[in-house]
């Protein structure tokens, strides 16, 4: 079963705007990761971010966690066409530290 | 650096028939682990494993096999492959963190592999 699922399944934004995506996990964690796939490629990591951390950032990259809600949302800023792309979230479960677990993505589409 | 090397890229088998799935990693990661990929259902993990000599099953390991008997390669064998088997294949490795969780993973390109 998938710990974590991301919302909304898909999203149409133009250029030069920000896009926001959620993640929703069902146990607790020790950490939550971003990943981005493009078309037909590997994934490829954005961030992580700790159980005991907020918010990070990484470039035009922010990310949000609240424990408590078990949810994290992904806020790309002045998206550019390059930033279409399908983006995973990833947690393990405690005590299953290893069997990392992604959810079923949000496909960003960026209009030039 | 290479990274992350699958092979093959793109396989066709038929019901029955047996392959092995390559892997090999060249940045002397501990963690590796498959995954396939579906359309609609993300990536499910296969197996993993935390060193050499040292694997456990994921999400769906059943008709699959793996080893590890050296930290660089990890492959996967379809013993019997099946239609359901039809996915993409990742392979993805990482070192991981201290207090025991995989960190970030760092993926191949896929194995395209379709069974008939």
């Known amino acids: 079963s998938q710990q974590g699922e991301e919302d909304p399944q898909a999203l149409s934004i133009q250029e030069g705007e920000n896009a926001t995506m959620n993640c929703s996990y069902k146990?607790?964690?020790?950490?939550l990761q971003w990943y981005r796939q493009n078309s037909g490629r590997g994934l490829v990591h954005l961030i992580l971010?700790?159980?005991?951390?907020r918010e990070k950032h990484s470039g035009r990259l922010r990310v949000t966690l609240d424990t408590s809600k078990k949810s994290s949302s992904l806020l790309i800023t002045a998206s550019r066409a390059a930033d279409t792309a399908s983006y995973f979230c990833?947690?393990?479960?405690?005590?299953?530290?290893?069997?990392?677990?992604f959810g079923k993505g949000t496909l960003l589409t960026v209009n030039p | 650096n290479a990274g992350v090397t699958q092979t093959p890229k793109f396989q066709v088998l038929k019901t029955g028939q047996s392959m092995t799935l390559q892997c090999a990693q060249d940045?002397?990661?501990?963690?590796m682990s498959w995954y396939r990929q579906d359309p609609g259902m993300g990536l499910r993990l296969i197996h993993y494993?935390?060193?050499?000599?040292?694997?456990d099953q994921g999400e769906v390991p059943n008709g699959y096999n793996v080893s590890r008997s050296t930290t660089e390669d990890f492959p996967l064998r379809l013993l019997s492959a099946a239609p359901s088997q039809t996915s993409v294949y990742f392979c993805?490795?990482?070192?991981?963190?201290?207090?025991?969780?995989?960190?970030?993973?760092?993926f191949g390109e896929g194995s395209r592999l379709t069974v008939l």
């Open positions: 993805a490795s990482s070192s991981p963190r201290a207090g025991g969780d995989t960190g970030e993973l760092f």
């Open positions: 146990t607790s964690i020790n950490n």
């Open positions: 971010i700790r159980s005991n951390e």
């Open positions: 990833a947690t393990a479960a405690r005590g299953s530290n290893y069997k990392l677990t």
């Open positions: 940045m002397n990661h501990e963690y």
């Open positions: 494993s935390v060193g050499a000599g040292i694997t």
